[in-house]
């Protein structure tokens, strides 16, 4: 067995932080190159009507469902009553919550009180951005996640 020197101990450490730096550049680089971006452009701005419109949406009695089987995608909103929400307006993001390649902003119907939208999502969590529009003109925001168990083809 060789002796250990110096020079080896120094070869050790330097090998082993110059792999920590190149672990922690490759995840920097993913990080930053899968970023889908910011929530909304100015915090301050978005904070000062939070309350209002929570309060507003919160008034609605609103509840989003969502459930996906052989690539069609529902979402069940109905108000305080349990009844078929009326809803003016509707646009649904639909992504992973990592990156936002996979992004797709799926066309809705409704049918029979119920939003409807074939759209072939593959196996895994997905994140609903759902934004709903009332009569009076209230809108209704919530993220609600998505756990698709099935695969399928498209």
């Known amino acids: 067995m060789a002796e250990l020197t110096g020079k080896h101990v120094l070869g050790i450490t330097v090998g082993a932080f110059g792999i920590i730096i190149a672990v922690n550049l490759v995840l920097a680089v993913q990080a930053v190159r899968t970023f889908?971006?910011?929530?909304?452009?100015?915090?301050?701005?978005?904070?000062?009507?939070?309350?209002?419109?929570?309060?507003?949406?919160?008034?609605?009695?609103?509840?989003?469902?969502?459930?996906?089987?052989?690539?069609?995608?529902?979402?069940?909103?109905?108000?305080?009553?349990?009844?078929?929400?009326?809803?003016?307006?509707?646009?649904?993001?639909?992504?992973?919550?990592?990156?936002?390649?996979?992004?797709v902003v799926p066309s809705f119907a409704r049918v029979a009180g119920v939003w409807q939208a074939d759209v072939p999502l593959a196996r895994g969590k997905w994140m609903l951005k759902v934004e709903a529009e009332a009569p009076d003109g209230t809108i209704f925001r919530q993220r609600l996640e998505l756990f698709v168990m099935d695969q399928v083809q498209g």
Not at 52 to 59: F, L, T
Not at 65 to 92: F, W
Request: aromatic share 6%.
């Open 36 to 103: 889908p971006g910011l929530e909304v452009a100015n915090g301050y701005i978005a904070s000062q009507t939070f309350d209002a419109e929570r309060k507003a949406q919160e008034a609605l009695g609103w509840t989003a469902t969502p459930e996906y089987r052989d690539g069609r995608l529902t979402l069940q909103l109905v108000d305080a009553e349990g009844l078929p929400a009326a809803v003016r307006s509707l646009e649904v993001l639909v992504g992973r919550t990592t990156a936002s390649k996979d992004d």
